[in-house]
């Protein structure tokens, strides 16, 4: 599969982050890919060498000064993941892959 594919399908699990969480949508960019792909290695590779040891996009954000720390703020947290799944997409197509 494309990489560009898996992380389409893996988008479509990826909670906005209003209102409850239905069961179906994931929180995590890892977890959602675990739950829309076979072989979510792929997309779990990737998005960890990208965070570079960070277990979290909060992590990231917290430690790079975007995120206030103990900042809850699950809507802008979901919009930065699912604007970030959008760049990795556009990416991998313009790769062809």
């Known amino acids: 599969m494309k990489t560009s594919q898996a992380f389409r399908l893996t988008k479509a699990k990826v ?20 739950c829309a792909l076979d072989n979510p290695w792929q997309v779990e590779g990737i998005i960890n060498n990208l965070l570079d040891g960070y277990g979290t996009l909060e992590g990231w954000l917290y430690y ?9 703020d699950h809507k802008r947290v979901q919009a930065t ?17």
Do not use: M, Q, V
């Open 64 to 72: 790079r000064g975007f995120l206030p720390y103990g900042t809850n």
């Open 15 to 34: 909670w906005d982050g209003t209102g409850s969480r239905p069961k179906n949508r994931k929180a995590y960019i890892c977890h959602a890919a675990s």
């Open 81 to 97: 993941r699912h604007a970030w799944l959008d760049h990795l997409i556009e990416h991998y197509e313009s790769l062809g892959d």
